[in-house]
Each structure stands twice: as C-alpha cells, then as structure tokens.
RNA sequence: GCCCCCAUCGUCUAGUGGCCUAGGACUCCAGCCUUUCACGCUGGCAACACCGGUUCGAACCCGGUUGGGGGUACCA
C-alpha cells in the first residue's frame, strides 16, 4: 500500500504499570510518525476486564505524557465500541467467514491432548465449522453457550514483508480457526485488534515481536474485512541481564520509577530508542530532535537487546549536563517535590545549591547525599571521620586553614581559594592533604561538592563552626 | 510437541563479499588532569556461537547444528 498517509497507533493493554518495553514501543512509533509527519493513535485495549483498570489507564497517560509522547487522534476504548465488534462479527457469520463453536472447555481440552500425544500442532479442529442447522439447534436446545470462530483457510500460506524482519512466512494449515468473540460477546484480541486497526486505517503496525506469531490471525480479519493491508514492523524484545523477558524481578521497569528516581524524560527517550535501533556507528548521544530526524524503521535491528541499567544511568549524567542551569533547577526542584524531600521547601536554596552539583549527578536522587550538608547539619560519615583522625597531618590542615579563612574579609569562593592556597604554601602541605579535611569537616563526607564553592555557600559561621567540631576531635581524642 | 524469530566484545551496537590484524559507546582496569568525587583526556582488557558449502576472497550469502527468545488461551 504505497503512499498512503502514515496512521500508526500505540494499543496498550492497561493491566498493570506501563513498563520500558512498551514505552519503547510507545516512542518507535510516535518517532516515526513525527519523522514522516504522520498521526498517532492511542488506544486502550481493555477487554481483558478482569484485569484492566481505570488506575492503568491513568497511569499510562501519565507517563506518555512525562515522557513527551503525544498524540493526535484517541485514546479510545475498545470496551466502548462492544456493539462494533459483535456487528462485524454477525456480519462475517452471515458471510460464511465465521461460525458459532459449541465446543465445551472439556473437549476441547481432549482434543488439545490428543493432538499433544500425537505431536500435532495444538490448533481447533474446525469441528462445529460445518454445523448443520439441527446440530445447532441441538446444541442451543441443549443451553450450550458458544463463542464465533473465524474460518481461517488451511491452504497455502501467509506472507508478509516485514520492514525489519523481512519476508516472514507461516503454513496455513498450522493457524486453526481461532476465537473472534467469546461465549458472552465480548471480542478478544485477535479480532478487536485489527478490526479497530482497519477502521483507523492504520498504515503501519509497529509493535513488539511477541506479537509477530499472531500476525497471520490479525491479516486473515483483514482480509475476511476485505480491507487493505498494513505494513508490519516487528521490534526486538528488551530483554532482563539474564536473557529473560524483562520483568519485576530485574529491578525498575515501569518508566515511573525511572522518572522517581531522577531520570530526564530526554534520557528515557534517548536510551530507550537505543535498544534496537541506532542512527550510525558512532552517536549515542542524542536529543529528541535529534532522534526524530534520524529515526527510520529500516535501522531497526532483529535482535533482541538488555536493558543496561549502568548505561542508562551514564546516558543520565549527560543529558543533566548538558542541561541550561535554569532548567536543571526546575528538573531538580520538581524531582525533590515529587520524591517529598524536605529540601525541597527551599527552592532558593536549592537554587543556589544546584549549580555546584549538576556536573556531579547521574540521578537527580543523588542531591541530597551530595548537597544535604548546606542545609543543615552536616552527617558525618565515620569511614571519612576516620581517615582525617589518623591522619598526623590533619591537626595543623584544619588550623592552618582555619586561621586563613578567620584572616578573610570577603567571603567568596574565589577569596576562598586564595586563601586556602596560601595556607598550602604556608605550611607546605599538599592541597589534597590540606583540603581533604576541612571537606570532611564541613560536609561529613569525603565525596562532596567543589570545596571553595562549597564553604562560600556555607557562609563563615558555619564553616568555622564545623571546622572547629572537627578539631576538637583531636583533643578529645588525643 | 508444533510454529515463528534471533545469534559480532560482559552489555548496547557499527558492519549488507575485499576499506576488518572487526570500529564506537557503557562497564571494568591503568594513567593523566585535579582539592576528593565527578567531568575531561590517554591507554588497556574484551567479540564475528559451531560445522559445512558458495567464492579468488566471507562477520557479511546458503544449509545444518547448538543456544536464546516468542507464540501455540473464551490474556493482550
């Protein structure tokens, strides 16, 4: 179907948390249709009703819309459009295309071993296809419930030329007459799936590989529709460090998380076109817009792909980066209201704070260790408490640089420095063993901030003050 | 059982017959820079699953083996 305007559309199930896999699914399409200047189209696949939920629903608009994907037509339903579906079916009953199965769970069940035992492919057998009006009315009289079979056509087989896998083949004989509504009218997947595609004319399918064996079902209701066909592009799965399905047990995999833990919707975004897809051998990393332009289906690769925790979160340190400072506030302000950190209750501050750590974080959840001490009491981490009291330098470092900053009388991190500087070479020192305690001394830690910076935001008194806490070790100790 | 898909460093990948003694990135290691960490820079470890075939020549093409994944539901 060449030319036609590209439709594509993201159909999740809202069973549970929107997790990576789907939200790459989710970013494919909406990169290729803003690439082509096509639409998308969101849809919610709800006839699973034991296990869709409204909480679902919200929570995947909630990450579509952190993660930046929008959409131009949608969401819909499918528990709305029930009458469609029961229509669609009566119809392709009336044309010979589908039928009504009276076919109980048990014998089913016996025919499924049979063919078992016999290492037959696990497919209906098309018994109640060539029903006579008696049987069935035998079978109604009975109080047998029924669900409608499509009539799939055991000759030849089913091609498709899929944009990323190529030509992909399956026997005919092997599909069986599956169920398009079940015995209380509701219409399963396999039928509501690409009935709602078709009636979208949707141009092309892109969606995850598990779903490429049910692709000869889904075309057999195109054609039993007598409608066009899509083009299809099957994606590589991502897969957990062991090789398995990504799931619960590998650590973080609804987007949410990642969004909690401080991760920009840009990173997601670029780390998740990623697995699967790459623009040339060289660029990893990328913005949005950038990713828009590039993305093309025909780069997608066939191979299934881990999903790198460390490489996501290296991805992270660069995009915050890359950040202008004044947007790298309002990331970090709205990730510490989000995680309810009390930090976040002094936006100034905060503002103040930001700019010495945004080239340190790779998570935003990682301020609070790094910055908590210029908002209060520094804690003080004993591994580092430990290494200043043994050692024998450590007493004159903190005088020494306790009487240069006493001497200041501009509070700067640039006077700062001098100062401190100068005490090196007062004392001879080397900066590291000079410095390396009174960083100690005013954060607590030996990992922290820029050190000059550091002391100016802390303001004199309390710099004093903490260095003079940790000089009194000495004596106590000594 | 049956069907389908996949197979390059630990991981993400580049590579569509000679440019490959296989390139980039993450991780890890060493070093430099440096007030620690981080950043940056330099260097290093590390892969074409296996067996056949096609070809003057295969990571690239074909077949098989093995391994992994998916499907086989009145789930999606």
Redesign the pocket.
């Known amino acids: 179907m060449p030319d036609q305007p590209v439709r594509v559309r993201f159909?999740?199930?809202p069973?549970g948390l929107l997790h990576v896999g789907s939200a790459r699914t989710a970013l494919y399409n909406w990169l290729f249709a803003r690439h082509a200047g096509g639409k998308l189209v969101l849809r919610f696949?709800?006839?699973?009703?034991?296990?869709?939920t409204d909480a679902a629903v919200e929570q995947a608009l909630r990450v579509l819309e952190w993660l930046g994907i929008d959409w131009d037509e949608g969401p819909s339903r499918?528990t709305e459009r029930y009458p469609r579906y029961a229509a669609a079916a009566s119809g392709l009953i009336d044309a010979g295309r589908a039928y009504r199965?009276y076919?109980?769970?048990k014998e089913?069940d016996a025919e499924?071993e049979a063919?078992?035992r016999?290492?037959?492919?696990?497919?209906?057998s098309g018994r109640c296809r060539r029903l006579s009006d008696e049987q069935r009315a035998a079978y109604e009289a009975e109080g047998r419930?029924?669900?409608v079979r499509l009539v799939m056509d055991p000759a030849g087989e089913t091609v498709i030329d899929?944009i990323?896998?190529?030509?992909?083949?399956?026997?005919n004989a092997?599909q069986?007459d599956?169920?398009v509504l079940?015995?209380?009218g509701?219409?399963?997947?396999?039928f509501?799936?690409p009935l709602d595609d078709i009636e979208a004319e949707i141009s092309h399918v892109i969606r995850?590989?598990?779903?490429?064996?049910?692709t000869p079902?889904q075309l057999a209701v195109y054609r039993a529709m007598g409608a066009g066909e899509p083009r299809f592009a099957?994606l590589?799965?991502i897969?957990g460090?062991?090789?398995?399905?990504l799931s619960k047990r590998h650590g973080a995999v609804s987007v949410e998380e990642f969004r909690d833990r401080g991760y920009l919707a840009e990173t997601m975004r670029n780390y998740l076109a990623?697995?699967?897809?790459?623009f040339?051998?060289?660029?990893?990393?990328m913005t949005t817009a950038e990713l828009v332009e590039r993305f093309t289906l025909?780069?997608v690769?066939?191979?299934?792909?881990?999903?790198?925790f460390?490489?996501?979160?290296?991805?992270n340190?660069?995009h915050l980066?890359m950040l202008a400072p004044e947007r790298f506030c309002d990331e970090l302000l709205e990730h510490l209201e989000r995680s309810g950190s009390p930090l976040a209750a002094q936006p100034e501050r905060v503002r103040e704070v930001a700019p010495i750590v945004q080239?340190?974080?790779?998570e935003l959840s990682q301020f609070e260790s790094?910055g908590a001490f210029l908002f209060g009491p520094a804690v003080y981490d004993d591994e580092a408490v430990g290494r200043v009291v043994d050692d024998p330098d450590a007493p004159r470092a903190l005088e020494s640089a306790r009487a240069a900053l006493e001497r200041l009388v501009e509070w700067t991190a640039a006077s700062i420095?001098e100062a401190l500087?100068a005490a090196c070479d007062e004392t001879g020192l080397?900066?590291?063993v000079?410095?390396?305690p009174v960083?100690v001394a005013i954060s607590g830690?030996?990992?922290?901030?820029?050190?000059?910076?550091s002391l100016a935001l802390l303001g004199r008194d309390e710099s004093m003050a903490r260095i003079d806490t940790l000089g009194r070790r000495f004596t106590l100790e000594g």
């Open positions: 159909p999740p199930s069973t696949e709800d006839t699973d009703r034991a296990r869709s499918q199965c076919c109980t769970a089913l499924r063919r078992q016999s290492q037959q492919p696990l497919i209906y419930s029924s669900v899929d990323v896998r190529g030509t992909v083949t399956w026997d092997l069986g599956f169920i079940r015995s209380d509701s219409p399963t997947y396999q509501a799936n995850g590989e598990d779903l490429l064996s049910s079902r099957h590589p799965m897969l460090p062991d090789k398995k399905r990623l697995i699967g897809w790459s040339d051998d060289k660029t990893t990393v025909e780069r690769n066939t191979s299934p792909g881990v999903f790198d460390a490489k996501l979160e290296w991805l340190g660069e980066r080239e340190k974080l790779r790094y420095e500087r080397k900066p590291r000079l410095f390396g960083r830690r030996s990992v922290a901030p820029g050190l000059f910076e």
